[in-house]
């Protein structure tokens, strides 16, 4: 019986820091999300040359990154299946 009440004892501990991991989480989610949006620095948006909100970087690079990233877990993985020996029952 004292078996039953360790383990219950145990999930009821596991259950109240996952409550109270969620509960600092969403504490700071809604500290964050308080933020004002608009730019600290007056007479525009500090990130651009003044004409107001903007790409900023290259947009034609990260896509190609993107995509140089796709391909080359694709071929990794293909890589690593051709490499690893079949599990034949």
Do not use: E, K
Request: no cysteine.
């Amino acid at each position: 019986m004292s078996l039953r009440r360790n383990a219950l004892a145990a999930a009821v501990a596991g259950a109240a820091r996952v409550v109270m991991a969620v509960v600092v989480w969403l504490g700071a989610a809604v500290t964050t999300l308080a933020a004002s949006p608009s730019p600290a620095a007056p007479g525009g948006d500090p990130r651009s040359s003044g004409q107001g909100p903007g790409l900023v970087g290259d947009p034609a690079f990260a896509l190609l990154a993107v995509v140089a990233i796709g391909a080359a877990s694709v071929v990794v993985t293909l890589a690593y299946v051709r490499m690893t020996a079949r599990r034949d029952a």
